[in-house]
T-cell receptor
Framework: AQSVTQLDSHVSVSEGTPVLLRCNYSSSYSPSLFWYVQHPNKGLQLLLKYTSAATLVKGINGFEAEFKKSETSFHLTKPSAHMSDAAEYFCVVGRDTDKLIFGTGTRLQVFP | NAGVMQNPRHLVRRRGQEARLRCSPMKGHSHVYWYRQLPEEGLKFMVYLQKENIIDESGMPKERFSAEFPKEGPSILRIQQVVRGDSAAYFC??????????????FGPGTRLTVL
């Protein structure tokens, strides 16, 4: 069985400061892990994905995530937040063309 | 190359009516997935279809919900006799042919269903 846990339902940062959104996963086999972003009343956009290649994954808009097997974590980071980063972020686990399992989401607020 | 298209974007139904949600996958994609997002929650998998076949419907409610992906035309998610609890955003995603490695799922903008 697979699952993901997003440890924070809300995160608030000031513009220009670092962003950390935490995610832990559970999987009985080597997982594929993803971060998706959802802006208000919009669809979902893939930020980045891990599929057993490099453990440090770089995504769009300056985001990156590190796969740590020993900690079963896949935290999302960005060195400097921008106002346009305010959105809902979902950590997701999946495998091949199978169903995706979403975390409950973390709402990121960015203050000027 | 147009992305995944869903229509309508917003749908209002009264209790007991039927709701039909349509999804046109990206060009060349033969796999379609439906997810439901209840207010303040993450997305939950409902069903996975390929052309004319349901591959995995483990997330579909046992009654009133059905899905199809015909040889021609869009995928349809059908909800009969809607109830207030069906109010949610319904997202469709599509992916290409599996080649043994992960194929990204591309999401549509969603259909927001409101049941009065």
């Amino acid at each position: 069985a697979q699952s993901v846990t997003q440890l924070d339902s809300h995160v608030s940062v000031s513009e220009g400061t670092p962003v950390l959104l935490r995610c832990n996963y559970s999987s009985s086999y080597s997982p594929s892990l993803f971060w998706y972003v959802q802006h208000p009343n919009k669809g979902l956009q893939l930020l980045l994905k891990y599929t057993s290649a490099a453990t440090l994954v770089k995504g769009i808009n300056g985001f990156e995530a590190e796969f740590k097997k020993s900690e079963t974590s896949f935290h999302l980071t960005k060195p400097s937040a921008h106002m346009s980063d305010a959105a809902e972020y979902f950590c997701v686990v999946g495998r091949d063309t199978d169903k995706l399992i979403f975390g409950t989401g973390t709402r990121l607020q960015v203050f000027p | 190359n147009a992305g995944v298209m869903q229509n309508p974007r917003h749908l209002v139904r009264r209790r007991g009516q039927e709701a039909r949600l349509r999804c046109s996958p990206m060009k060349g994609h033969s796999h379609v997935y439906w997810y439901r997002q209840l207010p303040e929650e993450g997305l939950k998998f409902m069903v996975y279809l390929q052309k004319e076949n349901i591959i995995d419907e483990s997330g579909m409610p046992k009654e009133r919900f059905s899905a199809e992906f015909p040889k021609e035309g869009p995928s349809i998610l059908r909800i009969q006799q809607v109830v207030r609890g069906d109010s949610a955003a319904y997202f469709c995603a599509s992916s290409g042919i599996s080649g043994g490695s992960y194929n990204e799922q591309f999401f549509g903008p969603g259909t927001r269903l409101t049941v009065l």
